[in-house]
């Protein structure tokens, strides 16, 4: 099994920031991309940033020039640094990651509980 824990959510200020943070445990064998994910009530969960194995990101529009994700691939952790924020980034933000769980497996698709982002004054 494997398990996807999110932490660092809570109520800023419109403009300010907050790091999200995803750490992976239990049977991991390797993780190819990991990800963040947002729904807001009454909408779609979304897309907000992704980054592969070597690192290649990208990003919803909504967010570039804002949001910065990064992973540690030694600590199976993913992390989102969420600058100039605005009151549409209030959401429920999800972690996914794509987990290996042996040699001999695909990679499979894991989600965290989600952490509530609340911007506003």
């Known amino acids: 099994q494997v398990q996807l824990v999110e932490s660092g959510g809570g109520l800023v200020q419109p403009g300010g920031s907050l790091r999200l943070s995803c750490a992976a445990s239990g049977s991991i064998f390797s993780i190819n991309a990991m990800g963040w994910y947002r729904q807001a009530p009454g909408k779609q969960r979304e897309l907000v940033a992704a980054?592969?194995?070597?690192?290649?990101?990208n990003y919803a529009d909504s967010v570039k020039g804002r949001f910065t994700i990064s992973r540690d691939n030694a600590k199976n952790t993913v992390s989102l640094q969420m600058n100039s924020l605005k009151p549409e980034d209030t959401a429920v933000y999800y972690c996914?990651?794509?987990?290996?769980?042996?040699?001999?497996?695909?990679?499979?698709?894991?989600w965290g509980q989600g952490t509530q982002v609340t911007v506003s004054s």
């Open positions: 996914s990651a794509d987990v290996r769980t042996n040699y001999y497996a695909g990679a499979r698709n894991y």
């Open positions: 980054i592969s194995w070597d690192s290649s990101t």
